[in-house]
């Protein structure tokens, strides 16, 4: 038998009468967000066999996991119980956490402009940062999944760089268009379809975030590594990418 | 679309959408459950056409539906309470009718409750969205087209009728009322709830304000305070109930967001929230919390009684 010696770091929660949560620690990091990862993976797996009739859905997020399970053939004991052996080791840099790492690298491109990004001018205005330096700092780094949702296929994005992360609009857009690259805070998004939203607009990506018909379905996954790449607009209409008609142009009362 | 008949809908009512059991596994892509506000009803109204309990069937909230049989088959109603009525004639609720091609089936406005169930016999026939019929407009997920019925909708079902009619005998249908105990296991964010935050939280009796709908259970009342303002964004469990800046608790149904940042209190259980998606504005409940075992046996003591209970044959 397995030894159960849970991690300090390894708290189930109730979440509710179906659902225990997983909190790995209390801020957001990559390092934890790959442990997110890593026990959604060994969780996933062992739904094909030892947990099949019991655990339902999952939702890992920046900092825990969600298991829904099944309450008609279980019960959160034996969740709990058979949750803490699969993960006992997670702590443990063990064969499965190392494969793990080497995360999926998804390239988005992005046209951004004024004309695709109609907060850019306000952020140069906040920032003191010329629009090609808030561009270039944008498309620089490699941004990690951290969780799926709000709507189907929006994938939280993080890190934003300091410098440009700027904080959610006072008054939300009704209309955010489908494919909006947008800021808040520390985090950046694809907007995968129009929807009334916040988040700081600075380009558009021709690239279907979410597509039933596709597979896959999306093209990122939580853990993934994203990587936004700066096209023209001619290299964006030719991906398929259309420009709206009208981006609620921010009409900032200082401008 | 496939050629087929059915369901021709020639009224839809103010909100009837196509509804199974509900869509699981498809959380990691950002979809939610959807399924029926009140799963029990809705089994009962598949248990009364003699059929699988999530066979595919329509929630129509506060009513309005109209449908033309286009073939032979059998139908129920159950939940709120509609009035029913086939060719003009006056129907019960909660047991099944053998109808025939050019019927008209009719449902009114609910006088309690808010939310019907309309079965067929064998369940609509539709293809599967991410495994499930469930209709979520928010995502444009489900159903025939992702949105709510509208007239003309052709909803495809089997052209046979059951041999034998079937009723809930009347002492034993659910009754409805305009107030409701939603037991409540604290969970989640509760240690950020301060003991006396606690106490007012369940010892107070909330309002159904007018923000009720599918997503959500917006309560007025009481303002429970938090320690914290919002945590990072995680896993939101039906029935969360979720206390906003504004201290005014929210609980999340169905077609919730999968994730979210507010603090959580607790999560009313499944048998509860069948009674309160059967409320409606100016309704008044309250919480009681109860620890996850009580949790546990109160959703088998549910579902072992509905197993029990014998449905009685009529004509």
């Given at each position: 038998?397995?030894?159960?010696t849970p991690s300090?770091?390894?708290n189930?929660?109730?979440?509710?009468?179906?659902?225990?949560?997983i909190y790995?620690?209390?801020?957001a990091?990559?390092?934890?967000?790959?442990?997110v990862q890593?026990a959604?993976?060994?969780?996933?797996?062992?739904?094909?066999?030892d947990?099949s009739?019991?655990v339902?859905?999952?939702i890992?997020?920046?900092?825990?996991?969600m298991?829904?399970?099944?309450?008609t053939?279980?019960d959160?004991?034996?969740v709990?119980?058979?949750?803490?052996?699969?993960?006992?080791?997670?702590?443990?840099?063990?064969?499965?956490a190392s494969?793990t790492?080497?995360?999926v690298?998804?390239?988005?491109p992005v046209?951004?402009?004024?004309e695709?990004?109609?907060?850019?001018?306000?952020i140069s205005?906040?920032?003191?940062?010329?629009?090609?330096?808030i561009?270039?700092i944008?498309q620089?780094q490699e941004?990690r999944?951290?969780a799926?949702g709000f709507?189907?296929?929006f994938?939280?994005?993080?890190?934003?760089d300091e410098?440009?992360?700027l904080?959610?609009l006072?008054?939300?857009?009704?209309?955010?268009?489908?494919?909006?690259?947008?800021?808040?805070?520390?985090?950046?998004?694809?907007?995968?379809?129009?929807s009334?939203g916040?988040?700081?607009?600075?380009?558009l990506?021709?690239?279907?975030?979410?597509?039933a018909?596709?597979?896959?379905?999306?093209?990122?996954?939580v853990?993934?590594?994203?990587?936004f790449?700066?096209i023209t607009?001619?290299?964006?209409?030719?991906l398929?990418?259309e420009?709206p008609?009208?981006?609620?142009?921010?009409?900032?009362?200082?401008? | 679309?496939?050629?087929?008949?059915g369901?021709l809908v020639k009224?839809p009512?103010?909100?009837?959408?196509?509804?199974?059991?509900?869509?699981?596994?498809?959380f990691?892509?950002?979809?939610?459950?959807g399924?029926?506000?009140?799963?029990g009803?809705?089994?009962?109204?598949?248990r009364?056409?003699?059929?699988?309990?999530?066979a595919t069937?329509?929630?129509?909230?506060?009513?309005?539906?109209a449908?033309?049989a286009?073939?032979?088959?059998?139908?129920a109603?159950?939940?709120?309470?509609?009035?029913l009525?086939i060719?003009g004639?006056?129907?019960?609720?909660?047991r099944?009718?053998?109808v025939k091609?050019?019927d008209?089936?009719?449902?009114g406005?609910a006088t309690?409750?808010?939310?019907?169930?309309?079965?067929?016999?064998?369940?609509?026939?539709?293809?599967?969205?991410?495994?499930s019929?469930?209709?979520?407009?928010r995502?444009?997920?489900?159903?025939?087209?992702?949105e709510?019925?509208?007239v003309?909708?052709?909803?495809?079902c089997?052209?046979q009728?059951?041999?034998q009619?079937?009723?809930?005998?009347?002492r034993l249908?659910?009754k409805?009322?305009?107030?409701?105990?939603?037991?409540?296991?604290?969970?989640?964010?509760?240690?950020h709830f301060?003991?006396?935050?606690?106490?007012?939280?369940?010892?107070?009796?909330?309002?159904?304000?007018?923000s009720?709908?599918?997503?959500?259970y917006?309560?007025?009342g009481q303002?429970?305070?938090?320690?914290?303002?919002?945590?990072?964004?995680?896993?939101i469990?039906?029935?969360a109930?979720?206390?906003?800046a504004?201290?005014?608790?929210?609980?999340?149904?169905?077609?919730?967001?999968?994730?979210g940042g507010y603090?959580?209190?607790?999560?009313?259980?499944?048998?509860?929230?069948?009674?309160l998606?059967?409320?409606s504005q100016?309704?008044k409940?309250r919480f009681?919390?109860?620890s996850?075992?009580?949790?546990?046996n109160?959703f088998?003591l549910?579902?072992?009684?509905?197993n029990?209970?014998?449905?009685?044959?009529c004509d």
């Amino acid at each position: 038998m397995l030894k159960e010696t849970p991690s300090a770091n390894l708290n189930i929660h109730i979440a509710g009468e179906n659902a225990l949560i997983i909190y790995f620690v209390e801020q957001a990091s990559s390092e934890v967000s790959a442990k997110v990862q890593q026990a959604e993976l060994l969780i996933r797996h062992a739904m094909k066999d030892d947990l099949s009739t019991d655990v339902i859905d999952l939702i890992p997020s920046y900092a825990s996991l969600m298991v829904m399970f099944n309450l008609t053939t279980t019960d959160h004991h034996q969740v709990r119980n058979k949750l803490r052996t699969l993960l006992h080791n997670l702590e443990d840099k063990s064969p499965i956490a190392s494969n793990t790492e080497q995360a999926v690298l998804v390239e988005l491109p992005v046209y951004y402009s004024i004309e695709s990004g109609p907060d850019l001018a306000v952020i140069s205005k906040r920032t003191n940062l010329s629009v090609e330096q808030i561009i270039d700092i944008h498309q620089a780094q490699e941004y990690r999944v951290y969780a799926i949702g709000f709507a189907p296929g929006f994938a939280y994005l993080g890190d934003v760089d300091e410098r440009i992360a700027l904080p959610r609009l006072n008054t939300p857009r009704m209309k955010v268009p489908k494919g909006a690259v947008a800021i808040a805070d520390k985090q950046t998004a694809v907007y995968p379809d129009v929807s009334p939203g916040g988040w700081n607009i600075i380009g558009l990506c021709p690239i279907d975030m979410f597509n039933a018909t596709a597979t896959p379905i999306m093209p990122v996954n939580v853990g993934d590594k994203v990587k936004f790449k700066v096209i023209t607009k001619a290299e964006f209409l030719a991906l398929g990418g259309e420009l709206p008609e009208n981006l609620g142009v921010n009409t900032c009362p200082s401008q | 679309m496939p050629l087929s008949i059915g369901f021709l809908v020639k009224q839809p009512g103010m909100l009837s959408l196509i509804q199974d059991a509900g869509r699981f596994g498809a959380f990691n892509i950002g979809l939610t459950n959807g399924g029926p506000i009140d799963l029990g009803a809705f089994r009962w109204a598949n248990r009364l056409c003699a059929n699988e309990l999530n066979a595919t069937a329509i929630e129509i909230s506060v009513g309005g539906l109209a449908l033309t049989a286009q073939l032979d088959s059998t139908i129920a109603v159950t939940g709120a309470n509609m009035p029913l009525s086939i060719n003009g004639q006056v129907k019960e609720l909660w047991r099944s009718y053998q109808v025939k091609a050019g019927d008209l089936i009719e449902l009114g406005f609910a006088t309690q409750g808010v939310r019907s169930y309309l079965a067929v016999a064998h369940g609509f026939m539709l293809p599967e969205s991410f495994g499930s019929n469930a209709t979520v407009c928010r995502e444009g997920v489900g159903g025939l087209t992702g949105e709510k019925l509208k007239v003309g909708d052709i909803l495809p079902c089997a052209n046979q009728s059951r041999t034998q009619n079937l009723t809930l005998l009347d002492r034993l249908r659910p009754k409805f009322s305009d107030e409701a105990v939603l037991h409540t296991v604290p969970s989640y964010q509760q240690q950020h709830f301060s003991s006396h935050q606690q106490r007012l939280f369940f010892s107070s009796e909330y309002t159904v304000s007018k923000s009720f709908d599918r997503m959500g259970y917006r309560l007025e009342g009481q303002k429970i305070s938090c320690d914290i303002d919002g945590i990072l964004s995680e896993g939101i469990c039906h029935g969360a109930v979720q206390i906003p800046a504004d201290g005014q608790p929210i609980v999340l149904m169905n077609d919730r967001q999968t994730i979210g940042g507010y603090p959580k209190i607790g999560a009313v259980s499944s048998v509860d929230t069948d009674k309160l998606g059967q409320l409606s504005q100016g309704c008044k409940v309250r919480f009681e919390p109860i620890s996850m075992e009580q949790a546990h046996n109160l959703f088998h003591l549910n579902l072992s009684r509905f197993n029990r209970t014998a449905l009685t044959l009529c004509d």
